[in-house]
């Protein structure tokens, strides 16, 4: 479990990172597809119909975009809480068994004490029978 833990974590992060760049190049290629876009609606300003055709795909390309966005977003957040579920299940298994053990050792440790306490006080366990007579 100790072993599979960072392994997940990082895979979650490797996730979130790419999600971040998918979103930035989106982004980024949105804004230059706009220059483009009124670069070339200025230069045919006086045909309207080409200024309509280069908004509209740009807004088509846009809303692509922002689709795949949330998409991605939200396969990235199912992913990590998925991710952070299994760790938060594998640290409560460690840590109940950090707590078993922690009980055993006082039970063993009250147990040792006492038969020390008994030796100084004079006191002998009952021997036990190791069946020959």
């Known amino acids: 479990l100790r072993a599979q833990l960072p392994v997940e974590i990082k895979r979650a992060q490797e996730l979130l ?5 998918f979103v930035e190049d989106a982004k980024r290629d949105v804004d230059r597809m706009m ?4 670069l070339d609606a200025k230069t045919k300003v006086s045909d309207s119909e080409v200024l309509y055709a280069a908004k509209e ?14 998409q ?8 990590a809480e998925d991710a952070l579920a299994r760790t938060e299940e594998a640290v409560q ?7 078993q053990q ?3 050792f006082r039970s063993a440790s009250a147990a040792k004490m006492q038969e020390q306490r008994d030796k ?7 021997q036990e029978d190791s069946g020959e007579e």
């Open 17 to 21: 990172s790419a999600r971040d760049k």
């Open 35 to 38: 220059r483009q876009a009124e």
């Open 57 to 70: 795909k740009a807004r088509q390309m846009v809303a692509r975009a922002e689709e795949r966005c949330r």
């Open 72 to 79: 991605l977003y939200q396969v990235t957040n199912e992913y």
């Open 93 to 99: 298994m460690a840590l109940d068994e950090v707590k």
């Open 102 to 104: 922690r009980v055993r």
């Open 120 to 126: 100084l006080d004079g006191r002998t366990p009952p």
